[in-house]
Nanobody, 123 residues
Framework: QVQLVESGGGSVQPGGSLRLSCSAS???????MGWFRQAPGKERALVAS????????FYLDSVKGRFTISRDNAQNTMFLQMKSLKPEETAVYYC?????????????????WGQGTKVTVSA
């Protein structure tokens, strides 16, 4: 069993930055990981994902150039650096792990989810 715990969410003004972290514990496994987000009334959607080695990444078109996903396997931690945040990116952000080597991560392949961390972008 693997537990994923997110941190780093909060409130920020438009144009601001936040850095999300996802700490993994439990049985180690080689997996791709990613960040999904879910706004009220909307489906959960992939924002970014990264392979186990970190050599490949995927980004939603709307976040390219503003968000950076990374991971530190020695620390079992994944990060999402978010810059130039927009009000429409207000959502609960979820960390996910999937036993796949292919990106982007298909939500149906996600085996483990974190509990989510809320990001609010508002003036």
């Amino acid at each position: 069993q693997v537990q994923l715990v997110e941190s780093g969410g909060g409130s920020v003004q438009p144009g601001g930055s936040l850095r999300l972290s996802c700490s993994a514990s439990g049985r180690p496994f080689r997996s791709a990981m990613g960040w999904f987000r879910q706004a009220p009334g909307k489906e959960r959607a992939l924002v970014a994902s990264i392979t186990y080695s970190g050599s490949s990444t995927f980004y939603l078109d709307s976040v390219k150039g503003r968000f950076t996903i990374s991971r530190d396997n020695a620390q079992n931690t994944m990060f999402l650096q978010m810059k130039s945040l927009k009000p429409e990116e207000t959502a609960v952000y979820y960390c996910a792990a999937a036993p796949t080597t292919s990106l982007p991560i298909d939500v149906r392949l996600v085996r483990y989810w974190g509990q989510g961390t809320k990001v609010t972008v508002s003036a």
